[in-house]
Nanobody, 125 residues
Framework: VQLQASGGGTVQAGGSLRLSCAAS????????MAWFRQAPGKEREFVAS????????TYADAVKGRFTISKDTAINTLYLQMNSLNPDDTAVYYC???????????????????WGQGTQVTVSS
């Protein structure tokens, strides 16, 4: 099992970035895929999740209307399109995979079995 995140960088406030996560999993259909982020001195926080089979999406309130999580099942890749970025979005972003998660658990990082290495997103004011 392997998750490889990419696409981070530095952008000005109001700008956009798209993160990617190339996934290699045993049985994709049982997984929930998610993005979390962690800013310096803060706990890791949930950003968004999507069920690999079915595509049900969940978003943190802080990113609703600005971020979109999606997947390309043909190439086993997870995406996070981030628009209207602001300095509060600055963090290391991680992709994660969790087997058979129920909807009420998708925002809990402890429930995820596999993690990517993280990609830095910096938003300047």
């Amino acid at each position: 099992v392997q998750l490889q995140a990419s696409g981070g960088g530095t952008v000005q406030a109001g700008g956009s970035l798209r993160l990617s996560c190339a996934a290699s999993l045993d049985t994709f259909s049982t997984y929930v895929m998610a993005w979390f982020r962690q800013a310096p001195g803060k706990e890791r926080e949930f950003v968004a999740s999507i069920k690999w089979s079915g595509g049900n999406r969940t978003y943190a309130d802080a990113v609703k209307g600005r971020f979109t999580i999606s997947k390309d099942t043909a190439i086993n890749t997870l995406y996070l399109q981030m628009n209207s970025l602001n300095p509060d979005d600055t963090a290391v972003y991680y992709c994660a995979a969790g087997r058979s998660l129920i909807t009420s658990s998708v925002s809990d990082p402890i429930k995820y079995h596999y993690w990517g290495q993280g990609t830095q997103v910096t938003v300047s004011s």
